[in-house]
């Protein structure tokens, strides 16, 4: 659809925005922002967050004192939600010193030195994004991680303190200036907000985001036999009542993190609006140090996902290339209109919320099996790592670098972008990615359209937009799985239901086909499958023939909407 109200194309995969940070915004793409929420068109990036569930105190009352109060806590919220164009703006400033330090994907000539105090000095040009590096610090890298993609530059510590012919001064690991530097110039706390149907019905909207499934909610009976969802009584004891609503707070500084959440707690206390209920702690993994992101399995996360601004294309394009996959998504991927909102930028998100437990040594276990049955089938007793590497391969779809198990090696270095320009086309017998790898089922590629006689643009409008963080606690660890989109039934459950646990997709069940099996990630409901493995990486015959049973539980789900801005401002009514 084109929104022309606002003359943005929301259709279009090649983002808003300016191509490089540098540029600007068209007026009415910035109108669009200033009211969008941010973590939507592009991850936070912080390495730490809180998640504060919320009741308001109206949904046990029918009194409308309690009701206007919870309003005029959203209102007041308002102010204190982080959007999207402020990610941007901050991201601008912050770039630069991640750039300086080494890290990231402009090319920079830097001189790192402590004298006085810590002092950044550039001469820098334009690079991958064709501007100008900035002096001003702070704000929040926009999305993604830092040095992240990147090969990792500037000055490493000298042994004896010093540097001959420096004149003075000594230099720095980029590492040490880049924590010294947040640190001197620490970026907003990010805020988030959204609410549940339950939550617009408690302070008493009568005009909910149209969404089926939002309505539904993720405790009815009708998603939980969907989904394959375990009983709500089975989940963990925060979630089992309705939600009504979800703060996020994130930062790189856990302290900050804790702060502002306190303090949220507070006002929501003060204003007599309602009661945090549960919470939650996120925390990013990484792979190395300031490398890419990673889950509890050990295997990159939060690869290859649809890109909304211009710049984030146009740098996909470049550093990943665009011949046969493009890296871009539209707007109306993941944006739905707020009817709540201004009719012009009122615009939001549906976000579906999901705590999922990993069991890391049950997936080991499970990855150990699939290693023997590849030793055996080739005459070996035991497997070695090679073996183990690749049934994880097989499971994921990626290696644990993130690598593709279906692409050819490559001489590149673990700093090298990850890649994401590719399809199954050259693998339709699914003897180097099988069907039922994690990555294959949520992202067939292509698959569809040969197996199903479907088009491209139809299979790519299931994608959805992830946005979740790691968690550990209570002897547990796992994934606080969020993804944004603008349709729940047809993206997210969609996927879910159609994709990763339905044992014959993508190629089973016809012509005496066996069947695929499950996702052995996330399927649900079918792990006893017969599930069928290449015995050869690539090569065709004879396969093995190994079931997977499931290491990940859900333990707690939510549906929200992200309102715009202009929502909560007139939410006093």
């Given amino acids: 659809m084109t929104m022309e109200a606002v003359r943005i194309d929301f259709d279009k995969e090649t983002g808003i925005g300016p191509a490089d940070r540098e540029g600007a915004f068209d007026p009415a793409e910035r109108r669009l922002m200033e009211d969008l929420q941010g973590n939507i068109l592009k991850s936070h990036g912080r390495g730490h967050s809180r998640h504060l569930f919320v009741r308001f105190d109206s949904a046990d009352s029918a009194d409308a004192t309690r009701r206007d109060r919870g309003r005029a806590w ?46 950044l000095t550039l001469d820098a040009q334009a690079g991958l994004f064709g501007g100008s590096v900035g002096a001003g610090l702070g704000g929040a890298l ?18 004896d303190g010093g540097h001959d012919g420096d004149g003075g001064g000594r230099l720095v690991d980029p590492e040490a ?21 339950s939550g617009y019905r408690a302070l008493g909207f009568t005009r909910l985001p149209a969404d089926e499934a939002f309505v539904r909610g993720s405790r009815d009976a009708a998603t939980l036999t969907k989904l394959c969802d375990p009983p709500v ?13 979800l703060v996020i707070v994130a930062d790189d500084d856990p302290e900050r ?16 609006a309602g009661r945090v209920v549960h919470e939650e702690a996120g925390k990013v993994l990484r792979l190395r140090p300031n490398g890419p992101a990673r889950e509890h399995f050990g295997f990159a ?9 211009a710049k984030d294309v146009e740098r996909a394009k470049k550093e990943e290339g665009h ?38 040594p049950h997936f080991d276990a499970q990855r150990l099996r699939l290693a023997r049955a590849l030793a055996e089938a080739d005459g070996r007793a035991e497997p070695h790592e ?8 097989y499971m994921v779809g990626r290696f644990r670098n993130g690598t593709p198990v279906n692409l050819p090696a490559t001489a590149a270095g673990v700093d090298a972008p990850i890649p994401n320009d590719f399809d199954f086309s050259g693998d339709q017998d699914g003897l180097k990615c099988p069907y039922q790898a994690h990555t294959r089922k949520t992202n067939p590629r292509g698959d569809t359209v040969w197996r199903f006689g479907g088009t491209l643009e139809e299979e790519r409008r299931r994608r959805i937009a992830r946005r979740g963080i790691s968690y550990e606690g209570d002897g547990t660890v796992g994934l606080l799985f969020l993804c944004a989109q603008a349709d729940i039934a047809e993206q997210f459950e969609f996927m879910q239901d159609r994709w990763c646990n339905d044992v014959d997709f993508v190629a089973g069940g016809v012509d005496g086909k066996p069947s695929t099996g499950q996702d052995p990630v996330v399927g649900v409901g079918s792990a006893q499958t017969p599930t069928h493995w290449p015995r050869k990486h690539g090569v065709a015959g004879e396969k093995v023939t190994v079931s997977l049973a499931e290491s990940v539980t859900l333990r707690g789900a939510e549906y929200f909407f992200v309102p715009s801005r202009s929502f909560l401002r007139g939410a006093r009514g």
């Fill in 323 to 360: 011949s046969v996959w493009h890296p871009g998504g539209p707007l109306s991927l993941v944006l739905a209109k707020d009817p709540g909102g201004d009719a012009e930028t009122g615009y939001g998100s549906f976000v579906v919320y999901r705590k999922l437990e990993q069991d890391v």
């Fill in 177 to 197: 200036l880049l924590e010294a530097e947040l640190a001197r110039n620490p970026s907003d706390v990010f805020v988030n907000l959204m609410l549940s149907a």
């Fill in 301 to 309: 996360d939060g690869v290859s996902e649809p890109h909304f601004l």
């Fill in 74 to 119: 959203l209102a007041d919220m308002a102010d204190r939600v982080t959007t999207a164009m402020k990610q941007w703006d901050d991201s601008r400033r912050r770039a630069a010193l991640f750039a300086a330090a080494g890290f990231g994907p402009l090319g920079v000539s830097v001189g790192l030195r402590f004298a006085d105090g810590p002092r």
């Fill in 142 to 159: 926009f999305g993604g991680t830092a040095g992240s993609g990147s090969d990792r530059g500037g000055a490493r510590p000298d042994p």
């Fill in 257 to 272: 993190v804790q702060r502002t959440a306190e303090e949220i707690r507070a006002d929501l206390l003060a204003a007599r």
């Fill in 233 to 245: 009584e089975q989940w963990h004891r925060g979630f089992r009542e309705s939600l009504h609503a």
């Fill in 386 to 393: 090679g073996d183990k590497e690749l049934a994880g391969a």
